[in-house]
């Protein structure tokens, strides 16, 4: 669902970017007043295996596409919203930089659409409701896999009423949003399936990892699992990844819409130069070496790690600072 800088206008772009960055602000007050400080480690190894996944293409049967997890309802589980939006955020900003996966201009949406949708909308609403108290096995599925669907759901609708309102493209809204949801139904159907069976994994395994207060040497041990999962899924995983177009690029073909060619020396043309400069391995490939199992350990394992200190250096610069005696 990542979303192309030619699909928006400049403001609509920077309104999402305004409307994305307040909610950073928020999230970041809220986490160094409220995240248990034993979390932070976490925080950091959570935002690479999130990235490692989400290079986990998976093709949907009958429809030429694929898609993958968003991770933010996983995350929104084990940090709460703020934490969760936060992380994903960071990966979304490597992406971004680093592999020119999404544009500069839309960054704003893509974290508007993909986190703080589960995050704030389909968690705090919907899932933490369901598995209030001691559910059983099928709250706590319907609780997971219904956020799930619906935060898709509503970032699905959001790229196609930004996508709208900017004017760059002749796409009509009910054919393109008849094509948008239900392909994204589908995905967050996996996307809930696999959040649940990870929490369910973690609850066989590190259960502290799903409790409020996690301290100490338990924490650092939890994080080391999760670790573990984002080098196996970045470093090897990835090499399976479908290479069918993802649920946006399948709905745009869908409905007719071609490539859109933006003047070199436009602010979209001089946006996209900047990516191509900061862009270490787009498409997360060897500038001008093609695709390789090589190059996608590489990018896996290597966006991975750029998240991990991101995200761990947010965590640290928020850690509650203690008062001297």
Known sequence: MHMADALLSPA?????????????????????????????????????????????????????????????????LLLGPHGAFLTVSSVLVVQALFFADGGLLALGCNLFNMGFFPAFVAYPLIVRPLLAGAPGQGRRALGIILGAVIGLQLGAFGVVLETILSGRTALPFKAFLYAMQPIHLAIGLVEGLATLALVAFLARTRPELLETQSRGRSAWKGALVVAVMALVAGGCFSWFASTRPDGLEWALAKVGQQEIEAPEQSLHGRIAHAQARTALMPDYAFKGGGESRGATSLAGVGGGVLTLLIVGGVGIALRPRRKMA
């Open 12 to 76: 609509v772009g920077a309104t999402m970017w305004v409307l994305s960055g307040a909610t950073l602000g928020r999230s970041a007050t809220r986490v160094r007043k409220t995240l248990d400080e034993g979390r932070l480690p976490l925080m950091g190894v959570l935002g690479a295996f999130v990235f490692a996944v989400q290079m986990l293409n998976f093709a949907i049967p009958g429809t030429g596409s694929s898609g993958h997890l968003a991770g933010t309802l996983f995350l929104a």
